[in-house]
């Protein structure tokens, strides 16, 4: 499995940005799949999942303001940031996993390369 992101930048505070995650290689859609970011000096954590059946969690600090969904044709993965705040600032990347919260990287079979996100 190969992963891409993409769709990082710098933005002020209040902004938005969309994320995008393109998948190829053996990909599954019964596979989980999440955004982590990881801040400078920060464990990696999960912020939002979508799982198979549609369904959504999000990390108490992103509910609300950040929308996880799927392009199944393009298998293309999706975070929709708005009302961004610094604390946002980090590295995001997609993984298959469920997780939310802090996780072992080395725990998680496949990261992309992340996209940094800046808000200031």
């Known amino acids: 499995v190969q992963l891409v992101e993409s769709g990082g930048g710098s933005v002020q505070a209040g902004g938005s940005l969309k994320l995008s995650c393109a998948a190829s290689?053996?990909?599954?859609?019964?596979?989980?799949m999440a955004w982590f970011r990881q801040g400078p000096g920060k464990d990696r954590e999960g912020v939002a999942n979508l799982n198979s059946d549609g369904s959504t969690t999000y990390s108490d600090s992103v509910r609300g303001r950040f929308t996880i969904s799927r392009d199944n044709a393009k298998n293309t993965l999706y975070l929709q940031m708005n009302s961004l705040k610094p604390e946002d600032s980090g590295m995001y990347y997609c993984a298959p996993d469920c997780r939310l919260g802090a996780v072992n990287v080395n725990s998680v079979a496949y990261w992309g390369q992340g996209t940094q996100v800046t808000v200031s």
């Open positions: 290689g053996r990909t599954d859609r019964q596979y989980c």
